[in-house]
């Protein structure tokens, strides 16, 4: 990697907000009727929880289509690429924001049965009851996270505890049945691979790298995350690479295409760009360029 350039190059303009979410730690934001529309996939560290109160919104989740409508509630893990298509006038939601730093200290707090769904498929919807129960819960948590007392951070904990268990048994009586055991294998499997993706995609971008990584056959891996997910081991691969070549394209056009291969990990531009327009249909100039 080239040392002249820091992975700090990596940000993004919705850097100025997570800035200001770090700080308070926990962010409630009601009433919100407008997503940010960048025209690219954006990956953030932070936690966010959404509750769809009205309308409809579309977008994608890790390149796959997704629509929220009213009472869908969703948990988007950090590290997950999100790209906000479009919302109809009267859409009205509840941002619950995790900072980095405090999601890395209650993480263990987003365990439950079921929590490891949200990986792969990050919103269910709720009946009328547990609407208002979720509802009744955020009002606490953003009174608690608003307020400035000594043990503030250890009551936000408590209230997330049981909001992830209330998540956790609305899932488990609105699916109608827990996962059986090979589901759930997979589904914990591909939740360790993707987290393994975010760590080392700059050391390597094989697949056998990643089985050997989890202490499995790479035809044992894939077959794995292909049943679990529709979609190939590598193919999850490149794509979170393509994101995030995206994103430094597109939003850092002071960094040069030698400099985003470098941050990328490949060990020559030349190799990146093919790589790149394999992928998009583009070099990498040309999509600065569109």
Request: hydrophobic share 35%.
């Amino acid at each position: 990697m080239n040392e002249n350039v820091s992975e700090s190059a990596l940000a993004h303009p919705m850097e100025a907000f997570a800035n200001e979410i770090e700080q308070r730690g926990v962010l409630v934001a009601d009433n919100v009727n407008r997503l940010p529309i960048y025209g690219e996939p954006y990956i953030s560290d932070s936690l966010v929880i959404t509750i769809c109160h009205r309308g409809v919104s579309h977008g994608e989740y890790d390149m796959q289509p997704v629509t929220f409508t009213s009472h869908d509630f969703s948990v988007i893990y950090p590290n997950h690429a999100i790209l906000a298509l479009d919302s109809s006038d009267d859409y009205c939601v509840t941002l619950i924001v995790m900072s980095a730093g405090f999601y890395e200290q209650l993480r263990h707090r987003f365990t439950y049965g079921n929590s490891h769904v949200f990986h792969s498929r990050p919103k269910f919807h709720l009946t009328d009851r547990q609407y208002e129960c979720v509802c009744d819960v955020v009002r606490l948590l953003k009174t608690v996270s608003r307020m400035d007392f000594t043990r503030s951070k250890e009551a936000i904990a408590t209230i997330v505890d049981v909001f992830s268990l209330m998540a956790d048994e609305f899932l488990q009586q609105n699916e109608g049945k827990t996962a059986d055991s090979e589901e759930a294998l997979s589904r914990i499997y591909f939740n360790r691979f993707y987290e393994c993706l975010v760590g080392h995609y700059r050391e390597s971008r094989e697949v056998g790298y990643y089985a050997r990584e989890l202490g499995l056959s790479p035809k044992y891996f894939g077959s794995l995350i292909k049943k679990e997910t529709g979609v190939s081991a590598g193919e999850w691969i490149a794509r979170y690479i393509v994101i995030q070549a995206k994103t430094l394209l597109r939003y850092r056009a002071d960094l040069s295409v030698q400099q985003v291969s470098d941050l990328l990990g490949f060990a020559e531009q030349a190799s990146f760009s093919r790589f790149f327009k394999q992928q998009t249909g583009l070099s990498p100039k040309e999509y600065r360029l569109c």
